[in-house]
T-cell receptor, first 110, second 113 residues
Framework: DAKTTQPPSMDCAEGRAANLPCNHS???????VYWYRQIHSQGPQYIIH???NNETNEMASLIITEDRKSSTLILPHATLRDTAVYYC???????????FGKGTTLSVSS | DSGVTQTPKHLITATGQRVTLRCSPR?????VYWYQQSLDQGLQFLIQ???????AKGNILERFSAQQFPDLHSELNLSSLELGDSALYFC????????????FGEGSRLTVL
């Protein structure tokens, strides 16, 4: 599975959009981009995943560049409860388990 | 609530002992995954089962073993415990291996004294 690069930390003001970037320049054609988050010591929470089209659900939007070498997770109106570590993972459907890196620690403040 | 249930939530034991952690996957999920999270290691994949069969192994120690039962619940057995085994142990499930997202339980916090 391709490796990903994320900034170690980001800050966001409450009510503003949080845009979390992820680089995955070695992604293969059959690999999906997954986003998870972990709120302090809780179980990681699935957010969204996509292959090449942009995706949106009730939690977030995922924007994948046309060359698929990077993506951005967007939390449209961040709240204090969105403070967490966000993980971007690239994996094929045929792959086995998700392998977590260090992620981005997002701090949302009022 | 992810639908994945883990027990016990907290466990304190002594070095050299053996413990069993239990996981019930979401209804309809056939694949179960175990992860370990300690302070200095992040989330480490241990082992995966699909419909009762071992599917993949990660960084699982020989002192650790797991199985998935016919009713699809899974147990992770940790033996000859060492101080360094103190960690959060998460179970996750998915419909099938590689299909969609993983849904994690709230974890079992193991403290070895």
């Amino acid at each position: 599975d391709a490796k990903t690069t994320q900034p170690p930390s980001m800050d966001c003001a409450e009510g503003r959009a949080a845009n979390l970037p992820c680089n995955h320049s070695t992604i293969s054609g059959n690999e999906y981009v997954y986003w998870y988050r972990q709120i302090h010591s809780q179980g990681p929470q699935y957010i969204i995943h996509g292959l090449k089209n942009n995706e949106t659900n009730e939690m977030a939007s995922l924007i994948i560049t046309e060359d698929r070498k990077s993506s951005t997770l967007i939390l449209p109106h961040a709240t204090l409860r969105d403070t967490a570590v966000y993980y971007c993972i690239v994996k094929s459907q045929a792959g086995t388990a998700l392998i977590f890196g260090k992620g981005t620690t997002l701090s949302v403040s009022s | 609530d992810s639908g994945v249930t883990q027990t016990p939530k907290h466990l304190i034991t002594a070095t050299g002992q053996r413990v069993t952690l239990r996981c019930s996957p979401r209804s309809g999920d056939l694949s179960v995954y175990w992860y370990q999270q300690s302070l200095d290691q992040g989330l480490q994949f241990l082992i995966q089962y699909y419909n009762g069969e071992e599917r993949a192994k990660g960084n699982i120690l020989e002192r650790f073993s797991a199985q998935q039962f016919p009713d699809l619940h899974s147990e992770l057995n940790l033996s000859s415990l060492e101080l360094g085994d103190s960690a959060l142990y998460f179970c996750a499930s998915s419909v099938r291996p590689g299909q969609g997202g993983l849904f994690f339980g709230e974890g079992s916090r193991l403290t070895v004294l």
